[in-house]
């Protein structure tokens, strides 16, 4: 690993040149933070289920036509993926009530929204990742109106397809962030997924219990983070029931 060029280290990923031109090999991290980096762990085993989780979601995605980075799995902890450029905008889909948005205009979290809610952020750790409008992201050039629609468009997609999914396996979509990037071949350019889409990233609360299933057990010091990633990839099929001969540190997961 040392002997590849390394091209970005962000807070869950560092990301290599890939072995082909045009693409990258995207290394899960066991790094959790919360709140821009201020709260920071190391999470034995998060960066496996993180890999396995987001090639799944990403996998299926692709064979609806849903257009992402993903290529395929290289290992536990890793994926080669296309090379894009990155749209500095976090695009975050609600669908019910929970964390900023609950605060911000005094709803009860697990309150069920109107209809699905499509939120900006700039990407900017150091300002905390402010929301933005549109007019903020054409102004100062982040994205084009166009490229906000497509942008929008496949959220609208993607949100579609993850309720649908979750759903089936006793799980309830409470939001989720996204990612895009531009993705060059040849003359022709087109908004693609990229990123990540796993617990990191979304909100997922049982159905039933609405027992939290995702990374507010880190930011809320509720415990249990691991095993709660690990219920989920579970029920998506991913990771085994039983395996007598893991040795208890990580997790197990099916080839």
């Known amino acids: 690993m040392n002997r590849r060029r390394r091209i970005y280290e962000g807070k869950a990923k560092i990301l290599y040149e890939g072995p082909e031109p045009g693409t990258l090999i995207a290394h899960f991290k066991d790094d959790a933070t919360a709140f821009n980096n201020k709260k920071h762990e190391i999470i034995d085993g998060k960066g496996v289920l993180n890999n396995r989780i987001s090639e799944f979601i990403f996998s299926n995605l692709n064979d609806i036509g849903i257009q992402t980075h993903f ?38 979290e697990g309150t069920q929204l109107p209809r699905s809610i499509i939120e900006f952020c700039y990407k900017k750790d150091e300002l905390d990742d402010p929301m933005v409008s549109e007019e903020h992201i054409t102004a100062f050039g982040w994205a084009s109106p166009q490229e906000i629609d497509d942008i929008m468009a496949l959220a609208i997609r993607i949100n579609d397809y993850l309720c649908g999914m979750f759903r089936a396996v006793g799980i309830r979509l409470v939001d989720f962030k996204i990612e895009c990037g531009r993705y060059f071949e040849g003359d022709t350019m087109r908004v693609i997924l990229a990123d990540e889409i796993s617990p990191d990233s979304c909100r997922l609360w049982d159905i039933e219990s609405n027992d939290k299933l995702d990374k507010d057990r880190f930011r809320r010091d509720m415990g249990g983070m691991l095993e709660a990633y690990q219920e989920v990839a579970k029920r998506l099929g991913i990771i085994m029931n039983s395996a007598p001969e893991h040795s208890g540190k990580g997790p197990v997961l099916v080839k």
């Open 71 to 108: 290529i395929r799995r290289l290992n536990m902890r890793e994926q080669l993926i296309k090379e894009c450029e990155i749209i500095p905008l976090e695009v975050i889909i609600r669908n019910v009530a929970a964390g900023s948005i609950a605060k911000r205009l005094g709803l009860e």
